[in-house]
């Protein structure tokens, strides 16, 4: 028997437009974002998942309410906050313009995209990644013992981890990735 994972991230929120380090903070969903939503919930309207993931921020819950319209075979959603996006600690909700004015691009683009170094009081992406992973075992062990296949609204930094995990990549690879508004990953679960 083989089970599924449907994981996909959520539509474009009004920090992401304006280009704002958002983490933690919660920003809605634009109306760009929305349309992603639906394009999302459109490709997945033929699959079949029971149980649904989202973490406690908006843009994870409303993303996962579109798609969530055409499955009415999905009876639990679960929230789950090993899985938000990474924090940027004392740079939420600041421009990235502000910053890189601040501190140089050289600053910016490590406290931004390294994988090591955590930005003030935030995150880097090795420790969202080991949250990531936790969540990934248990939420595996789940689907085997329920026979369930799944969809999982996450974030853009949270992606990273999890698609390393389920497509082998490196650390360099993973970094590397940009996960789109409007499409969905795919993976089986071998039970």
Same mark, same amino acid.
């Given at each position: 028997?083989?089970?599924?994972?449907?994981?996909?991230?959520?539509?474009?929120?009004?920090?992401?437009?304006?280009?704002?380090?958002?983490?933690?903070?919660?920003?809605?969903?634009?109306?760009?974002?929305?349309?992603?939503?639906?394009?999302?919930?459109?490709?997945?309207?033929?699959?079949?998942?029971?149980?649904?993931?989202?973490?406690?921020?908006?843009? /994870?819950?409303?993303?996962?309410?579109?798609?969530?319209?055409?499955?009415?075979?999905?009876?639990?959603?679960?929230?789950?906050?090993?899985?938000?996006?990474? /924090?940027?600690?004392?740079?939420?909700?600041?421009?990235?313009?502000?910053?890189?004015?601040?501190?140089?691009?050289? #600053?910016?683009?490590?406290?931004?995209?390294?994988?090591?170094? /955590?930005?003030?009081?935030?995150?880097?992406?090795?420790?969202?990644?080991?949250?990531?992973?936790?969540?990934?075992?248990?939420?595996?062990?789940?689907?085997?013992?329920?026979?369930?296949?799944?969809?999982?609204?996450?974030?853009?930094?949270?992606? #990273?981890?999890? #698609?390393?995990?389920?497509?082998?990549?490196?650390?360099?690879?993973?970094?590397?990735?940009?996960?789109?508004?409007?499409?969905?990953?795919?993976?089986?679960?071998?039970?």
């Amino acid at each position: 028997m083989n089970l599924k994972i449907y994981l996909f991230r959520h539509g474009q929120t009004y920090f992401n437009e304006t280009k704002r380090f958002t983490g933690w903070k919660d920003s809605k969903l634009t109306k760009k974002g929305i349309n992603s939503a639906r394009i999302i919930s459109k490709k997945l309207k033929n699959k079949k998942f029971q149980v649904a993931y989202q973490t406690r921020l908006s843009r /994870s819950k409303d993303t996962l309410k579109e798609v969530l319209k055409y499955h009415p075979e999905c009876k639990k959603i679960i929230t789950d906050d090993r899985m938000i996006e990474r /924090s940027y600690g004392n740079l939420q909700g600041k421009y990235h313009k502000t910053i890189i004015d601040e501190y140089g691009k050289k #600053r910016f683009d490590v406290w931004h995209r390294s994988y090591n170094t /955590s930005p003030p009081k935030g995150e880097s992406i090795k420790m969202v990644e080991k949250r990531v992973d936790s969540f990934i075992k248990d939420l595996i062990k789940y689907m085997k013992k329920n026979k369930v296949n799944v969809a999982i609204a996450a974030h853009g930094n949270s992606m #990273r981890p999890f #698609r390393r995990y389920l497509e082998k990549f490196s650390v360099k690879k993973m970094m590397e990735l940009e996960n789109p508004y409007d499409k969905y990953f795919e993976y089986t679960i071998k039970v």
